[in-house]
Nanobody
Framework: QVQLVESGGGLVQAGGSRRLSCQASGRALGLYAVGWFRQALGKEREFVAAISWGGGHTYYADSVKGRFTISRENAENTAYLQMDSLRPEDTAVYYC?????????????????WGQGTQVTVSS
């Protein structure tokens, strides 16, 4: 199985940027599609972005399209979420997840492994 560790969270002002990283260990991240999800306080976990195992396909939630960019470096066993033009409503715990199915699915039930999450707080 693969273990995932997110990093890069923190406090940022509205309009600012942040890059999250998802470091994999145990198995090659290149065997999996990767998704980013987030969960705000008191809300359900929601899809943010996903990338296929080879990086050729990406998919974004409408709420982040044009502002967030998902990418991966399989040689480094790492995936990224570049977040630009951040808004207070982007405040949440961000999780990366790995799917053995290999496709860029927005359905959290398609993901087999999850990281522990990293908090992103956007101040107004």
């Amino acid at each position: 199985q693969v273990q995932l560790v997110e990093s890069g969270g923190g406090l940022v002002q509205a309009g600012g940027s942040r890059r999250l990283s998802c470091q994999a260990s145990g198995r090659a991240l290149g065997l999996y599609a990767v998704g980013w999800f987030r969960q705000a306080l008191g809300k359900e976990r929601e899809f943010v972005a996903a990338i296929s195992w080879g990086g050729g396909h990406t998919y974004y939630a409408d709420s982040v399209k044009g502002r967030f960019t998902i990418s991966r470096e399989n040689a480094e066993n790492t995936a990224y979420l570049q977040m630009d033009s951040l808004r207070p409503e982007d405040t949440a715990v961000y999780y990366c997840a790995a799917s053995a199915a290999g496709t860029d699915s927005p359905d959290l039930n398609d993901y087999d492994y999850w990281g522990q999450g990293t908090q992103v707080t956007v101040s107004s």
